[in-house]
Nanobody, 128 residues
Framework: QVQLVESGGGLVQPGGSLRLSCPDS????????IGWFRQAPGKEREAVSC????????YYADSVKGRFTISRDNAKNTVYLQMNSLKPEDTAVYYC?????????????????????WGQGTQVTVSS
């Protein structure tokens, strides 16, 4: 069974932090990268960050650079998205997704169709 399950979302005040987790324990296929996307109400889903499982390269949207950090714990087979200095505009459902197509995802990291498998999402709300 192919499964990604995000966790770590919640309600946080502006300026606060959250860490999202995306374990691959339920994922039985080889994958080359894990990406994080988000979708705010009434808006299209957008790419947030990505980490390559092949060479460790990381990618970030301009809107989160310097505030968000993506990382991978190989011992726990989990990808994390550390989100600091959160803003109300970061409010969205956050999804992790697995790339099983491109060994070197490179500039395709921000394209939804680069990812074949998606989690169900976790809600992040930034509000005072």
């Amino acid at each position: 069974q192919v499964q990604l399950v995000e966790s770590g979302g919640g309600l946080v005040q502006p300026g606060g932090s959250l860490r999202l987790s995306c374990p691959d324990s339920g994922f039985t296929l080889d994958y080359y990268a894990i990406g994080w996307f988000r979708q705010a109400p009434g808006k299209e889903r957008e790419a947030v960050s990505c980490i390559s499982s092949v060479d460790g390269s990381t990618y970030y949207a301009d809107s989160v650079k310097g505030r968000f950090t993506i990382s991978r714990d190989n011992a726990k087979n989990t990808v994390y998205l550390q989100m600091n200095s959160l803003k109300p505009e970061d409010t969205a459902v956050y999804y992790c997704a697995a790339d099983t197509q491109y060994v070197y995802i490179g500039p395709r990291w921000g394209w939804e169709h680069s990812y074949s498998y998606w989690g169900q999402g976790t809600q992040v709300t930034v509000s005072s």
